[in-house]
């Protein structure tokens, strides 16, 4: 069974200045971010900006925050060619990892070294776990969620128990929505897997991320899908990634198939409910799907190639990345 990690937290900011800023402020969230949006998600690699921009009709772009950290110029490059787009600044709030621009400075200082914990399981061994129970680290985590909002962002082992979990997450939230983004919105905030939190943290919550939400359904006897329906419900977005085996071409250079998934697992990946209340509970999920190696591979590819539903061998876009930037060398796939 694949793994995941059992919860990680995702930030969503905003960045526009000056008097669309104050015309945008009447709102909570900002235009267009609401179930079925269509969103594409690549924090494995920075963004190239010298390259037309694909998908251009995508209202919401999940990236990683430290690639937006090393280059800010990137999210008013996505103002610039979708005005209403919300920029998701993706970051784990449990854990640390040599990647991460506050690696050297804050969780292996002198000061602050004995705040990390087991490493995470392979292959995501070099990632190390965050004590969550310890004010100072989570002090140490909001610092993040400040550098979301100042990013123009729009939304961003110990043994811990769900009620460690909510209470951390009660507190990042509290810090999110009490900042404004450059759009003049409260910073977002959002849920990755963990349907046992749902229920404590979708009143809470802005958004939730979910991987192969139809799997787990399986494995769940038929919930997870539906777990997040309060989301839904709420008039909160799901964005939902599915990873078909099929989708990958070992010999294209982007490692993706031109005519996407097989019909087999296209249907499997792309199928919905039409309505609340449906046998696969994922009706309203923004659905994408995106590389994986195999059936028994742990880690999705969170890079450009992905493929939306609608027409089985249609709807393959491969969004421009450049790895010569991402300034985290070596850094393992995550999911």
Not at 271 to 295: I, P
Request: with cysteine; net charge negative.
């Amino acid at each position: 069974m694949r793994q995941f990690r059992s919860f990680l937290l995702p930030l969503a900011c905003y960045g526009v200045t000056g008097a669309a800023a104050q015309a945008a402020g009447a709102g909570t969230k900002p235009p267009g971010f609401a179930p079925g949006a269509k969103w594409q998600i690549d924090i494995m690699n920075t963004l190239d900006i010298t390259k037309p921009l694909v998908p251009a009709d995508a209202v919401v772009w999940d990236l990683d925050l430290f690639h937006l950290q090393r280059h800010p110029e990137i999210i008013d490059f996505l103002r610039k060619q979708i005005p209403d787009v919300s920029v998701i600044c993706y970051f784990n709030a449990g854990l640390a990892q040599p990647s991460d621009c506050d690696w050297e400075t804050t969780w292996q200082s002198a000061a602050f070294r004995g705040l990390l914990g087991n490493s995470y399981d392979a292959p995501f061994g070099e990632e190390k776990w965050i004590n969550i129970k310890n004010q100072t680290a989570v002090d140490l985590v909001k610092r993040r969620v400040a550098l979301a909002a100042d990013l123009g962002c729009d939304g961003t082992g110990w043994s811990t128990t769900s009620a460690d979990y909510t209470r951390f997450v009660t507190e990042l939230a509290t810090l999110a929505h009490s900042l404004t983004t450059k759009r003049g919105f409260p910073l977002m905030i959002g849920q990755k897997n963990a349907a046992g939190l749902v229920d404590a943290l979708a009143p809470l919550l802005d958004f939730a991320v979910l991987e192969d939400c139809k799997d787990l359904r399986r494995e769940a006897g038929g919930a997870f899908c539906a777990d997040f329906q309060p989301y839904v419900a709420a008039g909160k977005p799901v964005f939902s990634i599915e990873y078909p085996t099929s989708l990958r071409d070992g010999a294209a250079a982007s490692q993706c198939k031109a005519t996407g998934a097989d019909a087999a697992q296209f249907e499997k990946s792309c199928a919905v409910d039409a309505a609340a209340g449906g046998s696969l509970g994922n009706f309203g999920f923004s659905e994408v799907l995106k590389l994986r190696d195999s059936a028994s591979d742990e880690s999705g590819e969170l890079n450009g190639c992905t493929q939306y539903c609608g027409k089985q061998g249609a709807g393959v876009v491969v969004t421009a990345t450049n790895e010569e930037i991402d300034g985290d060398a070596g850094r393992q796939r995550r999911v």
